[in-house]
């Protein structure tokens, strides 16, 4: 099989994963995943392998191998895997994340082999647990998150497992949606393997197994190159977490020693601290995804993402770290500690390629949940998770309001919000002066205010970056930190960035200020246009300086 063949099988197997993002994207039910698109899909070699993925989020992606080859080897009998079952699972302990993250594959297989799976992950909107939308701030084990599903079959040769589904129904708070979203996970997948199904057909069994190969072959050899033109060395660097939300007061540090020799790279996250009280915690699959991609995106030439790239990369995560939790530990929040480890991470590369390493991103998810409660008990659920700002790069100014790192969201649309909820979105938009200063400035993080129309409201929040702000690069200034506010008859109270069941009255206006990104370069290099056009646009005020509290 020549070269040109291969690419086009290349490209095949990806546009089938885009396909699968579409059919995700036209049928999903809920919010969580039609408007915020926290969800991802991707296609595997029989050996649960990535192969090719969708333009969805770095955080699922670069775990999903993790998982599949889990279930390969520790938790499900393969052979009796067959190409009309649907196995799935939610369990961060059997190589998944967090509970919300339900993960379904299928496998594809030509005449009676094998020849891949095909993979869609949906963050569903309730799992049940202590909280709504299943991100309970202070729980102290996995068992108050919520329903967790060990690896099943959720189809068995076809036809849906009923006692599955109807465990999912009795568990969750909204169960229309979930069902609604795991039925879209499925025609997902079916969509997917029917393209793999046309391309064996052309191309056979044993052709879409050398492919495979192949395609995998290549991309690690242009990983191996971009870190073998890296300057080899020890480079290391650390990032704050401000709390875990149970023990207050009390940082994390989020500490990586990278090596770089030839063409490999050794992160080393021994010094990470012990695993959290509250749920900020991360599974490895969690940590080694924000490692991963980190280290991809430091390339100097475009590469194929898939599991190729994984192989020069080597971390080592003892267990019991917050970055690799021993069950029971709570993880439903396990995305702070992953965005935090790829600002650690980043830190490091600007070591050895400093013009390629922008400051660090707002680095968070500011995750809010409302359940409204109506006169006649009814109840509805909104999960929300903003963004703050993209990180000043060494040529360019960060990028205002901007699903950076980990992310790549997009915002719930006000229209979408107040016609599914009793609840008005009352303000939304940049905040200026959040970026941090510099030759290049950080992207604004936002604002953004919900108020309550319902006769009450619970509310749920998972927030960091309130203490220790996203860093600047190479002399740029840190980001501000974010504040949330409750608003109760014009008076204003700071709410906990991690706060469970706070009542909420009707009337009472909840707002959220995000991070931005920090600056890179002095500020007294900044072009006096650029300052008079950041002026004008009322992103930062004149007469503010740099921090002295930059990152070097």
């Known amino acids: 099989m020549g070269p040109v063949e291969i690419e086009v099988i290349r490209n095949a197997l990806t546009a089938a994963a885009a396909e699968m993002d579409v059919t995700v994207w036209r049928t999903s039910r809920s919010t969580i995943v039609r408007e915020l698109l926290d969800y991802s899909t991707a296609v595997f070699d029989a050996d649960g392998n990535n192969l090719a993925q969708s333009a969805r989020i770095p955080g699922h992606l670069n775990s999903m191998s993790h998982l599949l080859r889990e279930l390969l080897d520790k938790h499900v009998d393969v052979n009796s895997w067959g190409p009309d079952d649907v196995v799935a699972t939610n369990d961060p302990y059997c190589g998944g994340q967090h509970l919300p993250d339900i993960v379904t594959y299928k496998p594809v297989f030509h005449g009676d082999r094998r020849i891949a799976f095909v993979g869609t992950l949906c963050h569903h909107i309730d799992m049940g647990g202590l909280a709504a939308g299943s991100y309970a701030a202070t729980a102290t084990e996995i068992f108050q998150e919520g329903l967790r599903i060990p690896p099943i079959k959720l189809v068995e040769n076809g036809k849906p497992n009923a006692g599955v589904w109807a465990m999912i129904r009795q568990n969750v708070r909204k169960p229309a949606l979930v069902l609604g979203d795991l039925a879209s996970q499925l025609a997902s997948l079916d969509v997917g393997a029917a393209a793999i199904r046309r391309l064996a057909t052309r191309y056979g069994a044993a052709g879409m197994i050398e492919a495979g190969q192949r395609i995998l072959d290549a991309s690690e050899a242009t990983m191996r190159a971009a870190i073998g033109r890296m300057p080899d060395g020890l480079y290391e660097f650390e990032d704050f977490l401000d709390?875990?939300?149970?023990?207050?007061?009390?940082?994390?540090?989020?500490?990586?020693?990278?090596?770089?020799?030839?063409d490999t790279i050794t992160a080393d996250l021994?010094?990470?601290?012990?695993?959290?009280?509250?749920?900020v915690n991360a599974t490895l699959a969690s940590s080694a995804a924000a490692v991963l991609f980190a280290v991809m995106s430091a390339s100097d030439e475009p590469l194929a993402a898939n599991a190729g790239c994984y192989r020069p990369v080597r971390i080592i995560a003892p267990e019991g770290l917050c970055v690799n939790a021993r069950h029971p530990a709570p993880v439903a929040h396990r995305v702070a500690v992953s965005h935090r480890l790829l600002n650690a991470v980043h830190g490091a590369l600007h070591g050895a390629v400093p013009d390629r390493i922008p400051a660090a991103y707002y680095g968070n998810s500011y995750v809010c949940t409302f359940?409204?409660?109506?006169?006649?008990?009814?109840?509805?659920?909104?999960?929300?998770?903003?963004?703050?700002?993209?990180?000043?790069?060494?040529?360019?100014?960060?990028?205002?309001?901007?699903?950076?790192?980990?992310?790549?969201?997009?915002?719930?649309?006000?229209?979408?919000?107040?016609?599914?909820?009793?609840?008005?979105?009352?303000?939304?938009?940049?905040?200026?002066?959040?970026?941090?200063?510099?030759?290049?400035?950080?992207?604004?993080?936002l604002f953004r205010e919900w108020r309550v129309n319902s006769e009450s409201c619970i509310l749920t929040t998972n927030m960091d970056r309130f203490h220790h702000a996203p860093y600047g690069l190479a002399g740029g200034g840190p980001a501000t930190v974010g504040r949330l506010l409750l608003v109760r008859n014009g008076v204003e109270t700071p709410i906990p960035p991690k706060t469970d069941g706070l009542l909420l009255c009707r009337g009472d206006v909840v707002r959220l200020e995000t991070s931005g990104g920090g600056g890179f370069g002095p500020v007294a290099a900044r072009t006096p246009e650029a300052t008079a056009r950041d002026a004008a646009l009322r992103y930062v005020q004149v007469s503010t300086e740099a921090s002295d509290t930059s990152a070097p």
């Open 270 to 279: 021994s010094g990470c601290s012990p695993q959290a009280k509250g749920p």
């Open 243 to 262: 709390d875990d939300g149970v023990v207050l007061d009390q940082p994390l540090r989020l500490h990586v020693r990278l090596e770089i020799a030839g």
């Open 371 to 445: 359940q409204t409660i109506a006169a006649d008990g009814s109840r509805e659920v909104l999960v929300e998770i903003e963004i703050g700002g993209s990180g000043a790069h060494p040529c360019k100014d960060g990028v205002n309001a901007y699903a950076s790192g980990m992310h790549n969201n997009s915002n719930i649309p006000v229209e979408m919000v107040e016609s599914g909820m009793p609840l008005t979105i009352a303000a939304y938009g940049l905040l200026p002066g959040s970026g941090g200063l510099g030759q290049q400035r950080g992207g604004l993080g």
